[in-house]
């Protein structure tokens, strides 16, 4: 009994150590196909994300801003264009003594204090390959002496690029507009990281904001090898910009610099249309701000001159500027008149002023010019001849012929900024005049 009694403990043991053996090597069989599977997923269908993620971490890209689009006028004239600029950039991630290099930065582009904070502050912000700007604008002089320096200043990056200029200055300030960086608010609308490479400006007034998208091009790529650490290797091959199209205007910038001078610190604007098609031959108003003063960076006292100017030479007169017709009117008037049939050989007897109930309205001459009729009053530009027929025929078919020609209408042009003028009726009188106590109601 106890021989068969060992013997059936033997097979016990020998059945549980065949069970367990069996969940162990179905759990390290499991295992061992899960790890599989994984790598399987890992090094095919994942291939494509994880390569990339590796590319990206050995190769570090850095966007070329693109060279603007020209703007010429009518006979391929160059109103703006982009010329040569040197300029100073820094690699945090390729720093390796920073305050070394900004102190020797400091000494050989003379930076002021003011810079040398802002450059700190930037390099605190900066992500990752992201270059810092140091100083732009720069004379070929101090651009050659980074350059030789280079080797003891690890992380520092000169560069050439390209800078937007005016040919023709303040004569084309309103009109054209300038650029400039682009700001934090610029940037959240659209999370555009070209928005935020050194160097690269956008439209900010005028024609150089209202065709920013098609002036501006496509940037290109630097592509550098670097280490883990983010050492540079070497050099890849570079993905060239795409400079913005060019943009043609029907202004003649001859004739536009013609207008601006005879203009000179005098406060007036200037539009010339050619009365066959419409085309704008000029339009300027002086006094205008140099808008290449805003696209290197005008300053804070400058910028203080120009708004404090009584002259108002930050508001372009020719859309923006409101003011009383005159004299302008009178023509208009005429039509009116003619319209309703009145003969234009009638006279009206001017003796310098005209009563109209307990008001008196004077004549610019004052002893007046006497029997007047259409014609004369016109020439002579009677006032009296006018007052009298206008009160003869009311406001409304005088306000209806000037909105016919234009007076009072929206004409959205490509400038922004553009002021409407208002043509008074007697409604628009009831409402802005006699409804807020100006004028009597009799």
């Not at 700007?133 to 200043?153: G, K, N, Q, T």
């Not at 002893?367 to 009160?391: E, L």
Request: net charge neutral; charged share 20%.
């Amino acid at each position: 009994m106890k021989k068969r009694s060992h013997l059936i403990t033997q097979h016990s043991l020998g059945y549980t150590f065949s069970r367990r053996a069996m969940l162990f090597g179905g759990l390290q069989l499991a295992t061992g196909g899960l790890l599989a599977m994984r790598m399987a997923w890992l090094s095919v269908a994942e291939n494509e994300h994880y390569s990339l993620m590796a590319e990206d971490n050995r190769v570090q890209t850095v966007m070329i801003p693109p060279r603007r689009g020209w703007i010429v006028d009518r006979h391929n004239r160059p109103m703006a264009i982009n010329h040569t600029d040197f300029r100073v950039d820094i690699i945090p991630d390729q720093m390796q003594d920073r305050e070394r290099v900004i102190i020797t930065l400091a000494e050989l582009l003379n930076l002021s204090p003011d810079d040398v904070d802002r450059i700190r502050e930037d390099l605190n912000k900066a992500a990752g390959y992201q270059p810092v700007p140091v100083a732009e604008h720069l004379d070929y002089e101090h651009f050659a002496a980074i350059s030789v320096r280079l080797p003891e200043m690890a992380g520092v990056a000169p560069q050439r690029s390209y800078a937007r200029y005016y040919p023709n200055g303040s004569a084309v300030g309103h009109l054209i507009g300038y650029v400039g960086s682009a700001t934090t608010e610029d940037y959240k609308k659209t999370h555009d990281p070209l928005l935020i490479t050194p160097g690269f400006k956008i439209g900010k007034q005028g024609l150089e904001k209202t065709f920013d998208d098609y002036l501006r091009g496509v940037p290109g790529a630097k592509r550098s090898e670097v280490t883990a650490r983010g050492r540079l290797v070497r050099d890849l091959e570079n993905k060239p910009d795409q400079p913005g199209k060019k943009l043609p205007l029907t202004i003649d910038a001859g004739l536009q610099d013609y207008a601006a001078r005879r203009i000179g610190d005098n406060s007036a604007a200037v539009v010339v249309i050619d009365t066959e098609n419409g085309d704008i031959l000029a339009q300027v108003s002086m006094p205008c701000f140099d808008p290449n003063d805003f696209a290197d960076g005008i300053g804070r006292r400058e910028w203080q001159n120009l708004s404090q100017d009584d002259h108002h030479p930050l508001i372009d007169k020719t859309i923006a500027g409101l003011y009383p017709p005159g004299s302008t009117v009178k023509p208009m008037n005429a039509l009116a008149l003619l319209e309703l049939g009145v003969d234009p050989y009638e006279t009206v007897n001017c003796t310098g002023s005209y009563q109209l109930g307990s008001s008196i309205f004077h004549c610019w001459r004052r002893q007046g010019h006497g029997p007047v009729n259409m014609h004369t009053a016109i020439t002579q530009s009677c006032d009296v001849y006018f007052y009298a027929m206008a009160h003869r025929v009311g406001m409304e078919p005088l306000a209806d012929m000037m909105r016919q020609l234009g007076l009072g209408a929206s004409y959205h042009l490509p400038l922004g900024s553009e002021h409407y003028g208002t043509v008074p009726d007697p409604a628009w009188k009831l409402k802005n005049i006699i409804a807020i106590g100006r004028l009597p109601t009799h």
